[in-house]
């Protein structure tokens, strides 16, 4: 089966700037979420990837194809840009259905199209509204609407949720997530991890145009054997629970917060303390409340990865 994105150690420099360096990768349909901070080289990754730059080294396949020698694998890909082009003598209306009149959609189709793709981005209501009176969020959502318009089957998304409000990201990381669920094929990428982390658990982190790690982030983090794994718990009888673990041979550090009758645990051996865990709550009757992994979010990941380059020098 061919794979709907793949690539090859590319590299991309602006003159002496690196934008990316020997990346290879693969994308297949779902989520993955791009991490990294800003500059980090995900606007360049995304663009090399819809074909927009031409690599400086490695070669880019969609659906098996380059999309610089065969052109018709635009159609299977939506793009929504980190920037900002837009006629704002337009409506949104008028754009998308310019848009998709130019990509060779009739007239009646064109019409059929724009109208579902306001409505899935929630602005419907508003269709003869110029775009030079939008807000912040309302340009971002018209970028999904034009990226969606044709209904591809890549959408690659920089940055969508820059500039909009509490709503309209919940709205938004929905139809992502929807989008993927559908069987597209979708990256997003952003900076801000926890929301990343509460939609997908596949992900690709890069810094300084490197790709650090790029998998499930549990698979991920499980890699990180040279750092401690954290657990998390909470239990009527802290301090007991606490004796316990201190005793078992796996776990390197226990912390007490008695205002919250919670643990923390510190060990190189995770499943084997999950594993204790388990036998101590049977054979003591201890009621567990709450027990959660600080260490299994995008956040933790990128914070050892990112140390740890550091710390070898690179």
């Known amino acids: 089966m061919t794979l709907p994105v793949a690539l090859h150690d590319v590299s991309k420099w602006y003159g002496e700037v690196l934008g990316i360096n020997g990346i290879t990768v693969q994308l297949t ?47 299977r890909i939506g793009f929504c840009h980190d920037g900002d082009g837009f006629y704002d003598a337009l409506t949104g209306a008028d754009f998308l259905l310019a848009s998709l009149r130019i990509h060779g959609f009739s007239r009646q189709r064109a019409e059929a199209m724009t109208c579902a793709a306001l409505e899935q981005v929630g602005l419907a209501d508003e269709p003869r509204k110029r775009i030079g009176a939008y807000s912040k969020g309302m340009r971002q959502r018209l970028k999904l609407a034009h990226a969606i318009a044709h209904d591809p089957e890549i959408l690659l ?11 309209g990201r919940r709205r938004t990381l929905d139809l992502v997530a929807r989008w993927g669920a559908e069987g597209k094929t979708v990256a997003i990428s952003s ?22 790690a790029a998998g499930d982030v549990h698979e991920v983090r499980g890699l990180l054997r040279e750092h401690p794994h954290q657990i998390y718990l909470e239990c009527a009888e802290p301090r007991a629970l606490a004796g316990r673990l201190i005793a078992v041979e796996q776990v390197r550090q226990v912390s007490l917060d008695l205002a919250r009758r919670g643990i923390l645990i510190e060990t190189f051996d995770p499943d084997a303390v999950y594993d204790r865990l388990a036998q ?35």
């Open 29 to 75: 349909p779902g989520v993955t979420g791009l991490l990294g901070p800003n500059g980090a080289g995900k606007s360049t990754l995304l663009k090399v990837t819809a074909g927009l730059l031409r690599p400086s080294r490695g070669r880019v396949e969609i659906f098996g194809a380059d999309p610089w020698r065969e052109v018709e694998v635009y159609r």
């Open 157 to 167: 998304l920089d940055e969508p949720l820059a500039g909009m409000d509490p709503v």
């Open 191 to 212: 900076h801000i991890l926890h929301e990343i982390d509460a939609l997908t658990s596949n992900i690709m982190m890069i810094s300084h145009g490197r790709l650090l």
């Open 280 to 314: 101590v709550a049977i054979e003591d009757g201890v009621s567990i409340d709450l027990m959660t992994s600080p260490d299994d979010n995008v956040q933790a990941v990128f914070a050892y990865l990112t140390r740890s380059r550091s710390e070898d020098g690179g």
